[in-house]
């Protein structure tokens, strides 16, 4: 009964690791675009997760007049 238990707390804590680190990638690369879009004369972005836990996101910077520029983050 203790090993049950022992396995289930490890995996609570690699379960919490996990999410942690979901949340300060999409963090970073939510900052990254917005700086990025900045610098280039615009405010509004939006950014599309890749899904992996890297920082290869797609974020989309709009300008006006229905114009957009796209690029991958690094």
């Known amino acids: 009964m203790r090993v049950i238990k022992i396995i289930g707390i490890i995996g609570l804590i690699l379960l919490a690791i996990y999410l942690i680190l979901g949340i300060v990638f999409g963090i970073y690369t939510n900052l990254e675009c917005k700086q990025m879009c900045k610098s280039k004369g615009t405010q509004f972005y939006d950014r599309i997760a ?23 983050l690094n």
């Open 50 to 72: 890749g899904g992996n836990f890297d920082t290869k996101d797609l974020c989309l910077c709009y300008f006006p007049e229905n114009k957009f520029e796209s690029f991958l």
